[in-house]
């Protein structure tokens, strides 16, 4: 199985600030890579897909990129309505496998 | 509106069965793969199983295989997971999530979750 591993389980931010979440495969998995949003309560919301495509409505200040067995997710710019839990998603191979989350909250 | 509804989840003892049910509404159905993720409390999103979109495919996760069957109905729009040999760790909401588009396995829309309780 492919295990996804993500770097930090929390960061803190302030309003405005450009977050970085790292997410590593233990193997290789091309570009086959999603990331979501996770609020509260909620159910997760797709963001990226194929590593770097923005989902469709996803705001522009979420971008994605790989670099081999690492992917990062970057929030341009914090806006309130960013702080929740994101996870990576590895889309290459059965089982699917999701990292286990980086909790992005308020400094 | 593309929509899913999850129905089913509820209280359960160890070992015990459950059918989850998840109806699908505002898109061709049949065109899409679809997939259970689940998730314990305060826990990290765990997928299940996975179906094609004409239901000749089916793809389960080690933990469940050989107690869970994923299946679907084309023509009532509906995807079930029938949960048999059911254990503690079996507790979780449990989301019925559609394949996107492209034919590989993220997930584009998502269901709003039953809950599974395992316990005696």
């Known amino acids: 199985d492919i295990q996804m591993t993500q770097s930090a389980s929390s960061v803190s931010a302030s309003v405005g600030d450009r977050v970085t979440i790292t997410c590593r495969a233990s193997?290789?998995?091309?570009?086959?890579l999603a990331w979501y949003q996770q609020k509260p309560g909620k159910a997760p919301k797709l963001l990226i897909y194929?590593?770097?495509s923005l989902q469709s409505g996803v705001p522009s200040r979420f971008s994605g990129s790989a670099s081999g067995t690492d992917f990062t997710l970057t929030i341009s710019s914090l806006q309130p309505e960013d702080f929740a839990t994101y996870y990576c998603?590895?889309?290459?191979?059965?089982?699917?496998?999701f990292g286990p989350g980086t909790k992005v909250d308020i400094k | 509106e593309v929509q899913l509804l999850e129905s089913g989840g509820g209280l359960v003892q160890p070992g015990g069965s459950l059918r989850l049910s998840c109806a699908a509404s505002g898109f061709t159905f049949s065109s899409f793969a679809m997939s259970w993720v689940r998730q314990a409390p305060g826990k990290g999103l765990e997928w299940v199983s996975g179906i094609s979109g004409n239901g000749a495919g089916t793809y389960y996760a080690d933990s469940v295989k050989g107690r869970f069957t994923i299946s679907r109905d084309n023509s009532k729009n509906t995807l079930d997971l029938q949960m048999n040999s059911l254990r503690a760790e079996d507790t979780a909401v449990y989301y019925c999530a559609r394949r996107g588009p492209e034919t590989y396995w993220y997930f584009d829309v998502w269901g709003r979750g039953t809950l599974v309780t395992v316990s005696s």
């Open positions: 998603q590895q889309a290459n191979s059965f089982p699917l496998t």
């Open positions: 193997q290789g998995i091309s570009s086959l």
């Open positions: 194929t590593a770097s």
